[in-house]
């Protein structure tokens, strides 16, 4: 089961390399999508066609899934797109590789996830700092409830890892519970493929440095973010991500954090915070996978 998992993960996640240009199907809707006709907006709906000259505008607290053959195309953020600019955006990061590293990490994190009990953050290096988690994990009815969801979420039962992280959520008692809870909610959203649920999820409460899953957090975050051509909101969310507070170190995801954040500045057009994230790549791990794309993205720029 876990194998599937993992495979639906790497298809919803990663960039999908574009072919020769084709027609697009809109595959679901939440909200308002329109197409430019000759100067007049016309709302589309699951089942209709744009082609990669066509206009498109997603309305305010919209998403949308657009797919042809061998493309998948999500937006999550409000704004005016031509489709061939998206498909172009598209195959640049696609070309790059990024999403086969950045996809092989969130498989990683899927067979890998831990809720933090008091003993586990215990013993890192900002333990004993000011603001860690002083929580009973163990009693606490929230964590039990998401070690249940995620056996579900391991199983590839999406609707009951999800009802059951909502139960979760709901009885949160403070802000960690809150954080863990919401993270596994995005985090499930996202395996299933369900790109906006699992942003408005992840993006509701800021990522705890204290919490293990504080990287991974960012992580999938930014990556779902540059994968919906959401550049802005990817640097805007990424600011917030401060490796040196977090209790737990975690190199490897920090480089790939620094990529993404790098690649959304240069698809914005900002090739001067680019090449600054790219560095700070390097600055990390000069051989590592990670640094071997930054190259690739310094040498394109």
Not at 50 to 78: M, Y
Not at 122 to 130: H, K, T
Not at 135 to 144: A, G, H, K, R, V
Not at 203 to 213: G, K, R
Request: glycine fraction near 8%; proline fraction near 2%.
């Amino acid at each position: 089961m876990k194998k599937s998992i993992v495979l639906t993960l790497l298809i919803c996640i990663t960039f999908l390399v574009p072919l020769a240009a084709e027609d697009l199907t809109v595959d679901y809707i939440d909200g308002y999508l329109d197409l430019l006709d000759n100067g007049d907006w016309i709302e589309l709906y699951p089942g209709d066609i744009v082609s990669s000259s066509d206009t498109i505008r997603l309305d305010e607290d919209s998403f949308a899934d657009l797919s042809g053959r061998n493309k998948n195309l999500s937006l999550t953020q409000e704004g005016v797109y031509k489709v061939s600019n998206l498909l172009a955006g598209q195959a640049e990061t696609s070309n790059m590789g990024l999403g086969s590293v950045v996809s092989g990490k969130l498989a990683i994190m899927l067979n890998n996830q831990q809720v933090e009990t008091q003993s586990t953050v215990g013993g890192v290096r900002a333990a004993e700092a000011e603001g860690a988690p002083q929580l009973d994990w163990m009693e606490s009815e929230t964590i039990e409830l998401i070690e249940e969801g995620k056996s579900y979420l391991e199983d590839g039962d999406y609707d009951e890892a999800l009802s059951i992280f909502e139960e979760a959520w709901d009885l949160s008692m403070d802000d960690q519970e809150e954080g863990q809870a919401l993270y596994y909610l995005g985090f499930t959203n996202a395996v299933a493929g369900k790109t906006g649920q699992a942003l408005k999820y992840l993006m509701m409460v800021e990522p705890d440095p204290y919490m293990e899953n504080y990287h991974n957090h960012f992580l999938l975050t930014g990556n779902l973010l540059l994968n919906t051509f959401a550049y802005d909101t990817a640097d805007e969310w990424l600011s917030d991500y401060d490796a040196e507070s977090a209790a737990y170190e975690a190199p490897e995801t920090e480089q790939m954090i620094y990529l993404i954040w790098g690649m959304s500045l240069k698809m914005s057009g900002d090739n001067v915070g680019a090449e600054k994230m790219f560095n700070e790549v390097l600055s990390i791990d000069m051989e590592s996978e990670t640094a071997g794309k930054a190259w690739a993205a310094l040498n394109s720029l």
